[in-house]
């Protein structure tokens, strides 16, 4: 069954992930890959776009920033999950928030880390496919819709749940592109 539980850590309630709750990611893996690829090819006749780069390198660069983008995108859900007990599409159902805070793992470096996962996304499919617009212009759409999304929607309800921490975090953690120096002396410890 699809359905699985855990335990909140603050009660002894068990939470349940359903189907609904998948939703998100169907729409991430099947959808959005789809649109991709229809919409970037079309738009390449559309513009007479050129293809780039030439084989092989289209699927040794293509695919090292697709599987980053999955590999960023996957492991911060399960930090969500594992972490702040709960889901990333907490949003759209209150049983599925988490119940604290991440700022670890990815989340130490960006507070969005799932965005840029999901975003180089189209962008690897775009070069494997050799495709200009699938690597420029949809993921530039869809990282604009999700930031807008994130700064209307999410951020203002992580302030009022959150309070003081989530300020405290906001203002030492950047919001998208993690800081070059952060990762590097991260990097550095672990030689």
């Excluded at 999700?146 to 959150?162: A, D, G, V």
């Excluded at 405290?168 to 002396?185: D, G, M, N, V, W």
Aim: glycine share 6%; charged share 20%; net charge positive.
């Amino acid at each position: 069954m699809l359905e699985k539980s855990f335990k909140k850590a603050s009660t002894s309630k068990p939470v349940r992930i359903k189907r609904k709750y998948l939703i998100p990611y169907i729409l991430i893996f099947i959808l959005v890959p789809l649109f991709t690829f229809f919409f970037g090819k079309s738009l390449d006749q559309i513009l007479s776009l050129t293809e780039f780069p030439q084989f092989p390198f289209n699927l040794i660069f293509g695919s090292t920033i697709f599987f980053f983008g999955l590999y960023t995108g996957i492991k911060s859900t399960r930090v969500v999950l594992k972490v702040g007990r709960g889901l990333p599409w907490g949003d759209f159902n209150g049983e599925a928030q988490s119940i604290r805070l991440v700022t670890e793992g990815p989340y130490a470096y960006t507070r969005n880390p799932m965005t840029i996962g999901y975003s180089l996304l189209p962008c690897g499919m775009g070069i494997m496919f050799q495709s200009l617009s699938m690597t420029i212009i949809v993921p530039a759409l869809i990282l604009l819709a999700t930031i807008l999304w994130i700064k209307i929607r999410e951020e203002p309800k992580l302030e009022k749940r959150f309070g003081l921490e989530y300020q405290e975090y906001k203002k030492k953690t950047p919001f998208l592109i993690p800081k070059p120096q952060k990762i590097y002396s991260r990097l550095k410890r672990h030689r």
